[in-house]
């Protein structure tokens, strides 16, 4: 069995999924098929602002896409949570990343699992989730909360 502590508890899913209000989606690319797509149209839909992170796209979801983490920064972006769609040996940079900008979240996303990184981003104040879906758990734990 998991411990919920470090995978995220339920209390951090639905602080995360409340106060935050832009979500930079690493991995959004173009092809609605793909889960990372369905997952950020469904966030934009339940009223959050996404900034698409990925090397090859210019325009998703009616947002401008940037390269990384550190140029949406640098271009002036607020950003209040991190969702990574990307492989879990990438984590470990991302979440480099998003530590060195003192960014406040990271969300990891079904089957993306680095423990040690969480760890790190933990211990540099960050909040973590892992191995979950906001598309799945905004209706399990949301109810009765819609913002």
Not at 49 to 56: L, V
Request: charged share 25%.
């Amino acid at each position: 069995m998991r411990d919920s502590n470090l995978y995220g508890t339920d209390e951090v899913v639905v602080e995360l999924l409340t106060s935050s209000r832009t979500i930079a989606v690493v991995g959004l690319g173009t092809d609605p098929e793909k889960p990372v797509y369905r997952v950020a149209e469904f966030l934009q839909r339940k009223g959050k602002r996404i900034i698409p992170i990925h090397p090859r796209e210019v325009d998703v979801l009616g947002e401008k896409t940037y390269s990384s983490l550190t140029a949406a920064v640098n271009a002036g972006e607020q950003i209040d949570m991190v969702d990574c769609f990307v492989a879990s040996q990438r984590v470990g940079q991302i979440m480099n990343e998003a530590v060195d900008l003192g960014l406040p979240a990271l969300w990891l996303q079904l089957d993306i699992v680095d423990e040690t990184a969480a760890a790190h981003a933990r211990g540099n104040g960050l909040q973590v989730v892992m191995d979950r879906c906001p598309a799945i758990e905004w209706p399990r734990l949301m109810a009765g909360r819609e913002l």
